[in-house]
């Protein structure tokens, strides 16, 4: 018995926080439901007045009437002042007290209608608002439920009195109908327990979808934080091992054309692979940067998917036969409208890591067509991807078979930035794989972007010129920068003026009579919170009648600062730049 009545206690008097929580809850939508219950007692009770009216004592009727109108007055001003400040789950429990008060008080005025109304004169009548009273309990099991407390004290005094009332006529029936109506309130007890039971594991489960959700969004904050922290990370570290790649390479394109001796010249040659190499891990990086600060614009055009493959093919032909297995490319007539030159990186990205995993067989590419799409796709007899990992080859910096991290290898971007790119193309990625056997990483092209046309032929390419009786402008605050770079143009017959920022470089043409560069070539980020756009600006205004030519030279890779870069309109370059390609866009420059 007392564990029972613990138990009763427990329910009503939550301890524990979750069930205080809980609760709190159910008696929220309790009062939640209190209009529809205030119109329903209202209208009834006005009803039930009406017609008792000149069957009992006018002043029991009116008395009754008035005792229902003062006390749903009162608990409306208790249920207003209820939804007009927020309560702590304490103070809602308490709350649960005080609409328990009023339910009690609700029943006590329908019990007592059964003790004012009864006469034996009128039993028929009586039997209507026995009916009234008996839908009443169950219509009210719905919404009381939430509190079983509050039904419980509800309903006990609005039936009790009523089934005393039959069991004392003295008729057999009568008696039996009282005994059936006390059976009926059990059994609303047990009703309202279920009812109870299946609302609080609502709320249980709206709570625990509630705190996954919370949980997911901390989760998601952490893994962005990270991701923010990771990103700048690698654009400091990118940035501060661009400047002196960069300067290497301007030093070592200046020395290869002043070494005339053949074993010399390997040497050179070797020490430019070398750092050919690492750039390449670092445009891997600016890749992801780039992806990721949405500055890479899709430039479509149409072209001949089989002129990408010659192009592909001549590229990685020895790399293939270097690992002694065959490379295949099908032929194929179709033309696509897209942008060549990510179509192309997709491409060699996923060419690359078929020959990087495949040590014997060979490798297919090519193309088909796969329910009015395209499926353009590489096939290779590789290491092949166990089905559970296949997602994860998509993250960044993820390798499969290199716990060592051996940097031939690669990074483990390479899918990263395939994934990033098919993504900006609108493309969708798929990919079969068998451990052991091999693997297919495709991209399914949509039939819209099928075409028949074949791209226009390229023009040859111009051999590289000398820039004679040209001056070219350096602003960079790395002096080994300016150095190499000034020995690097000077090769190519430049006059070169070099500054480390805006200023120097105003005060330095002053000094040569406002002698006009034919071209500036700027770092973005110089000293004092200078940017490369804010030097070229400062030159430009010295020169208001003429437009100059200015090239951004940056070896940042975080998003937002390439975005900066971005919004000055320059063309933008990233170290560490070869001597050739820097030779190219200064030719085109100064053509155009």
């Known amino acids: 018995m007392r564990k029972y009545l613990n138990k009763i206690l427990q329910k009503i008097i939550p301890t524990s926080s979750d069930e205080i929580k809980i609760q709190a809850e159910l008696i929220n939508n309790l009062y939640g439901q209190w209009r529809g219950i205030l119109i329903g007692v209202i209208t009834t009770s006005t009803g039930i007045a009406f017609l008792f009216n000149n069957k ?110 039959y069991m004392n006529i003295d008729d057999q029936n009568y008696h039996i109908f009282g005994v059936l109506l006390m059976v009926f309130l059990f059994a609303l007890f047990s009703f309202s327990r279920v009812n109870y039971k299946m609302l609080r594991q609502s709320v249980e489960l709206r709570f625990k979808n509630t705190d996954l959700i919370e949980q997911l969004t901390e989760q998601k904050e952490v893994a962005e934080k990270a991701n923010i922290a990771k990103t700048k990370f690698l654009a400091a570290a990118s940035h501060d091992l661009r400047q002196p790649l960069h300067a290497i390479g301007l030093f070592l394109g200046a020395l290869i054309e002043k070494v005339e001796r053949r074993d010399q010249k390997n040497i050179v040659e070797k020490i430019q692979k070398s750092s050919n190499a690492l750039n390449d891990l670092l445009d891997s990086l600016l890749d992801v940067s780039k ?31 270097e690992k002694n297995i065959r490379l295949k490319f099908v032929k194929t007539q179709l033309c696509v409208n897209t942008d060549l030159r990510i179509l192309d990186r997709i491409i060699r990205n996923l060419i690359s890591n078929a020959i990087r995993y495949t040590r014997n067989g060979g490798v297919v590419i090519g193309c088909r067509r796969v329910n009015e799409q395209i499926l353009l796709a590489v096939y290779d007899t590789g290491l092949g991807i166990e089905k559970n ?20 290898k690669g990074l483990g971007l390479g899918l990263a930035i395939v994934k990033r790119m098919t993504d900006l193309l609108d493309f969708s990625l798929s ?43 350096i602003i960079d605050d790395e002096e080994e920068v300016r150095e190499s770079l000034t020995q690097l143009l000077l090769s190519w017959h430049c006059s070169v003026i070099a500054a480390a920022s805006g200023d120097e470089a105003v005060n330095v043409l002053k000094q040569k009579a406002q002698l006009m560069p034919d071209m500036i070539l700027a770092d973005y980020r110089l000293r004092n919170n200078e940017t490369g756009n804010d030097a070229i600006v400062k030159v430009q205004l ?28 320059y063309e933008i370059i990233h170290k560490p730049v070869s001597p050739n390609t820097l030779r190219s866009v200064i030719e085109e420059m100064l053509n155009n």
């Open 389 to 408: 990992k296949i997602e994860k080859v998509f993250q960044e910096f993820y390798q499969l078979n290199n716990p060592e991290r051996d940097r031939s």
């Open 542 to 569: 010295m020169f208001p009648d003429n437009v100059i030519p200015a090239l951004i030279i940056t070896g940042d890779t975080a998003p937002d600062k390439i975005k900066e870069a971005n919004t000055g309109g």
């Open 56 to 165: 009992v004592a006018d002043e029991r009727v009116f008395t009754w009437l008035f005792a229902v109108y003062v006390l749903f007055f009162f608990r409306h001003l208790s249920v207003a002042r209820f939804k007009k400040h927020k309560h702590t789950a304490e103070q809602t429990i308490k709350w649960g007290w005080v609409f328990a008060f009023f339910a009690f008080l609700s029943g006590v005025i329908w019990g007592v209608a059964s003790v004012l109304f009864f006469t034996a004169e009128n039993i028929q009548l009586y039997n209507v608002l026995t009916l009234i009273i008996i839908v009443m309990s169950v219509g009210s099991l719905a919404g009381l439920s939430a509190y079983p407390f509050a039904y419980y004290v509800f309903v006990v005094p609005a039936m009790l009195p009523m089934a005393w009332q």
């Open 291 to 321: 992806l990721d600060a949405g500055v890479i614009k899709v430039d479509s055009q149409i072209f001949s998917i089989n002129d990408l493959f010659d192009s592909l093919k001549n590229e990685f032909e020895s790399c293939a036969v």
């Open 431 to 473: 990919v079969i794989s068998k451990p052991n056997q091999g693997s297919m990483f495709g991209i399914v092209i949509p039939e819209k972007l099928i075409s028949k046309q074949p791209r226009s032929p390229e023009e040859p390419a111009v051999a590289p010129v000398f820039f004679d009786n040209k001056t070219i402008l």
